[in-house]
Antibody
Framework: QVQLQESGPGLVKPSETLSLTCTVSGGSISSYYWNWIRQPPGKGLEWIGYVSYSGGTNYNPSLRSRVTISVDTSKNQFSLKLSSVTAADTAKYYC??????????????WGQGTLVIVSS | DIQMTQSPSTLSASVGDRVTITCRAS??????LAWYQQKPGKAPKLLIY???SLESGVPSRFSGSGSGTEFTLTISSLQPDDFATYYCQQYDGYVPFGQGTKLEIK
C-alpha cells in the first residue's frame, strides 16, 4: 500500500523560501504524477502543482512565479519550494499522487499533511 | 479560468437521510469531475471520479452524476461516518476545487 509522508520546517520567516519533501513508500514513484496541495486553516483546498516521474512540471498560474517542484526517483521523493512567502502562505501542505493514467491531478493517495506557519 | 461552485455550503441532515450536493462549473468540463470527503484534521479522500465512477473501496451509498457544467453527489442513506466536508474538483487542466459543503448532523 502506497504511503506518502511530508517533512520539512513547520515555521518559515516572511520573505524566505518554504521547502518541503514528500517521501513515497510502499511503491515506486515511477509512472505517476506527484502533486502538492495546500489548505489554509479553516479554508478550502488549493492545488499548487505537480511533477511527473520524468521531471515534467505544471503549476497553478497564481503561484507559478514562486513555485518549484522537483523529483528524486533514486530516493522515491519529490519536493516543493515556494519562495518569498508571506502570512498568506500559512497552510497545511499536502502531497498527493495523481491517479494516472486517468488524471495527473486526480488525487487518489494523500499524505497526512504538514502545517507550515509563516511568521517572524 | 474555470470556477467551481458548490451548493449548499452547509447541509444539516440525519442518519438515514438521502442527501444531494451540487457542483456547477463556470464552463463545460465534460465529465472531468471528482468528489472528495474530508474529515477534520485529515487529508481528503477520493470518492468519485469521472463524474460517476466510484473509487475502489468507497461504499456504494455514494454516487455521482452529471456532465458538462452541473454535477451532483448523492449519499443514499447517511451513516454516522459520513458527516464531513465534501469538495468537488475539476481535474482537466487547471485544477480548481469547489469551496466545500459541510455536512452536519441535524
Amino acid at each position: 500500500q502506497v504511503q506518502l509522508q511530508e517533512s520539512g520546517p513547520g515555521l518559515v520567516k516572511p520573505s524566505e523560501t518554504l521547502s518541503l519533501t514528500c517521501t513515497v513508500s510502499g511503491g515506486s514513484i515511477s509512472s505517476y504524477y506527484w502533486n502538492w496541495i495546500r489548505q489554509p486553516p479553516g479554508k478550502g483546498l488549493e492545488w499548487i502543482g505537480y511533477v511527473s516521474y520524468s521531471g515534467g512540471t505544471n503549476y497553478n498560474p497564481s503561484l507559478r512565479s514562486r513555485v518549484t517542484i522537483s523529483v528524486d526517483t533514486s530516493k522515491n521523493q519529490f519536493s516543493l519550494k515556494l519562495s518569498s512567502v508571506t502570512a498568506a502562505d500559512t497552510a497545511k501542505y499536502y502531497c498527493a499522487r495523481g491517479k494516472a493514467p486517468v488524471g495527473a491531478t486526480l488525487f487518489d493517495k494523500w499524505g497526512q499533511g504538514t502545517l507550515v506557519i509563516v511568521s517572524s | 479560468d474555470i470556477q467551481m461552485t458548490q451548493s449548499p455550503s452547509t447541509l444539516s441532515a440525519s442518519v438515514g437521510d438521502r442527501v444531494t450536493i451540487t457542483c456547477r462549473a463556470s464552463q463545460s468540463i465534460s465529465s472531468w469531475l471528482a468528489w472528495y470527503q474530508q474529515k477534520p484534521g485529515k487529508a481528503p479522500k477520493l470518492l468519485i471520479y469521472k463524474a460517476s465512477s466510484l473509487e475502489s473501496g468507497v461504499p456504494s451509498r455514494f454516487s455521482g452524476s452529471g456532465s458538462g457544467t452541473e454535477f451532483t453527489l448523492t449519499i443514499s442513506s447517511l451513516q454516522p461516518d459520513d458527516f464531513a466536508t465534501y469538495y468537488c474538483q475539476q481535474y482537466d487542466g487547471y485544477v480548481p476545487f469547489g469551496q466545500g459543503t459541510k455536512l452536519e448532523i441535524k
